[in-house]
């Protein structure tokens, strides 16, 4: 899961698996010795890119490396128009008069230092 918090990135190097493989949470390399694999896509990691950077090897698979469930799609839900007075009407900045700035990640992630970075 890459360098997360309580991700345990520190035993890779000591070969915990006959192979390891670096998968989802973080799509570049890892650096470490120990990780064999990258798992990706070429959208993702263009091989001929990026190849030079990673000192695992590329596990590229063939339309994307996100695992998702195309039936739980929330598109049609945010799809369209947003307009000033939707904004205004929700307490929402609109993107043509202010800066909005998103974090779609874990909660516990987003605190005053993240804010204060903002």
Same mark, same amino acid.
């Given at each position: 899961?890459?360098?997360?918090?309580?991700?345990?990135?520190?035993?890779?190097?000591?070969?915990?698996?006959?192979?390891? !493989?670096?998968?989802?949470?973080?799509?570049?390399?890892?650096?470490?010795?120990?990780?064999?694999?990258?798992?990706?896509?070429?959208?993702?990691?263009?091989?001929?890119?990026?190849?030079?950077?990673?000192?695992?090897?590329?596990?590229?698979?063939?339309?994307?490396?996100? !695992?998702?469930?195309?039936?739980?799609?929330?598109?049609?839900?945010?799809?369209?128009?947003?307009?000033? +007075?939707?904004?205004?009407?929700?307490?929402?900045?609109?993107?043509?008069?202010?800066? !909005?700035?998103?974090?779609?990640?874990?909660?516990?992630?987003?605190?005053? +230092?993240?804010?204060?970075?903002?």
């Amino acid at each position: 899961n890459g360098y997360t918090d309580g991700g345990r990135s520190e035993l890779l190097p000591l070969k915990p698996a006959p192979i390891t !493989v670096a998968y989802l949470g973080y799509p570049y390399t890892m650096a470490l010795t120990g990780v064999d694999y990258t798992m990706s896509d070429r959208v993702v990691t263009p091989p001929e890119q990026y190849t030079s950077c990673f000192t695992e090897r590329l596990a590229l698979l063939p339309h994307t490396y996100m !695992v998702s469930d195309h039936r739980q799609s929330q598109s049609s839900s945010i799809i369209g128009t947003f307009s000033v +007075a939707d904004a205004a009407q929700r307490s929402l900045p609109h993107t043509d008069e202010q800066v !909005v700035l998103a974090n779609f990640n874990h909660l516990q992630k987003l605190g005053p +230092a993240t804010f204060k970075l903002w």
